[in-house]
């Protein structure tokens, strides 16, 4: 079995964007927090309103690193956006590689999606007079940003082999992904996006959220979710572990 991701390589224009995204986001990051240190005197937040803003905040980390995974599991593929989504496809049929990746390179796939949608929503929200209220959000988008910065680092979480108590610990209380919880999406690509803890796994797969919003689209575009999937699997397999393609769509 190979030892060496397929895609480490990589350009200095592809240097240069992983750097540019995950520093985005690091800045909408900054920009949250010093909000909050700023304005918390006046708004004199109580803790257990706190303590519902964090949470909000982690459960809804969870839900826009799924919908990042579903939209780059599905729709994308590296003719769009290069590297970095051929790195995720090579998840798919060597999962051990994600382990073997940098950081950076890593932690651009949610930094990107997160610097112009989290960033958006708390610059639109810094612009409304300072309540418990726009606290509270601010909180949210805080919690958010920082889960999608390090969204892949919780995803990896699930793929140590060697596991310290603590972190079984955190897993068994569900408060990060378990390997348990994350090796569903891997027997079938079409659940368990959600990598940050899988709370919203649970809401978004009962609801069947994905394949519904995959007949949406293609019945609103005409494509099809990762057509070409299979054959890109068959190109990248050479350790015959083989993952079936996309199941219909019912």
């Known amino acids: 079995m190979p030892t060496i991701p397929f895609f480490q390589q990589a350009t200095l224009r592809e240097i240069i964007i992983t750097r ?8 909408v990051i900054l920009c949250c927090v010093g909000y909050l240190v700023g304005n918390y005197p006046a708004v004199g937040l109580r803790w257990p309103w706190l303590i519902v803003a964090l949470l909000a905040g982690y459960f809804l980390a969870d839900l826009f690193s799924g919908l990042v995974h579903w939209v780059v599991d599905t729709w994308l593929d590296e003719g769009m956006l290069g590297r970095g989504i051929a790195i ?14 940098g950081f950076l390179d890593q932690a ?8 112009v949608v989290v960033g958006g ?3 639109v929200t810094a612009l409304f ?16 940003a920082t889960c999608m910065l390090f969204g892949m680092s919780f995803h990896n979480l699930a793929h140590w082999q060697v596991r ?10 569900h ?3 378990s390997p348990e919880h994350h090796w569903c999406h891997h027997r079938d690509h079409t659940i368990r996006y959600c990598v940050i803890n899988g709370w919203a796994n649970y809401p978004c797969d009962r609801l069947r959220l994905w ?10 575009t005409g494509r099809v979710p990762r057509a070409d999937d299979a054959e890109w699997q068959r190109k990248l397999n050479d350790t015959g572990i083989f993952v079936a393609s996309r199941r219909p769509m019912r």
Not at 108 to 115: E, F, K, V
Not at 211 to 219: D, G, K, P, Q
């Open 20 to 27: 540019l995204c995950c520093g985005a986001d690091v800045v």
């Open 88 to 101: 995720t496809r090579e998840h798919h049929t060597h999962p051990g590689h994600v382990l073997l990746y």
């Open 108 to 115: 651009s796939l949610g930094a990107a999606p997160s610097a």
């Open 121 to 123: 929503a708390a610059t």
């Open 129 to 144: 007079p300072v309540s418990a209220l726009t606290y509270a959000l601010m909180v949210v988008w805080f919690v958010i």
């Open 164 to 173: 310290p108590l603590l972190l079984r610990m955190a897993q068994r209380l």
């Open 175 to 177: 408060l990060v992904c």
């Open 211 to 220: 394949s519904r919003l995959e007949r949406l689209v293609t019945a609103t």
